[in-house]
């Protein structure tokens, strides 16, 4: 089966004021970097937001108005790629816990399916999946649109999430939360 990857982090971050959440740390790497590791088999990878030095082959892509939400931007990234996949996995920049084993439970788990989606303690579908490309909305048509429609379109399964993989970076109470047990230094909040 070959897969792709769409790695969002273009978000407003407006609870973070602003900070760009794929340069955030944890554990001396940035959030891009441990997003970019969980999707490291993929086919090709484009990352929808700000271009930044990587280490690795990505595409660079932005959702057109930006500002439109998730989907516009996995919108974006669908239409960014050059190959033919099966499955087009997504991810938040801010999920630093989903790892290569996460993705591959996804992968599995949409088999026969549209799609699968990680989930939450709660049972709620986090914004960590596996799609069929065809579910995406074309380019220029996402915008505003939450993401909720396409994790209820076609047939899903759930996968519940193992540990701290549904965790996201949200807020400031998040950071240190993610950075507990860390060095001092480690993405502090800006002083008011």
Do not use: C, Y
């Not at 994790?151 to 549904?166: I, Y």
């Amino acid at each position: 089966m070959t897969w792709a990857a769409v790695i969002l982090t273009g978000g407003r971050a407006r609870r973070l004021g602003g900070t760009d959440k794929g340069a955030l740390e944890h554990r001396g790497r940035t959030l891009l970097e441990h997003a970019l590791d969980a999707v490291g088999d993929a086919a090709e990878t484009v990352v929808v937001g700000h271009e930044v030095s990587v280490r690795r082959p990505v595409t660079f892509a932005h959702e057109s108005p930006a500002g439109g939400g998730p989907l516009a931007g996995l919108a974006a990234g669908v239409a960014a790629l050059e190959g033919e996949h099966e499955l087009v996995v997504v991810l938040a920049v801010d999920m630093p816990h989903v790892s290569h084993d996460t993705v591959g439970r996804l992968l599995a788990a949409a088999e026969g399916v549209d799609g699968a989606w990680l989930t939450d303690g709660q049972g709620r579908r986090q914004l960590a999946g596996a799609v069929r490309p065809s579910l995406v909305s074309a380019a220029g048509h996402a915008e505003g649109v939450p993401m909720h429609t396409l994790m209820n379109a076609g047939s899903s399964r759930d996968v519940a999430a193992v540990g701290r993989e549904a965790d996201d970076v949200d807020t400031w109470a998040d950071v240190t939360r993610l950075r507990d047990g860390e060095p001092p230094g480690v993405a502090t909040p800006p002083q008011t």
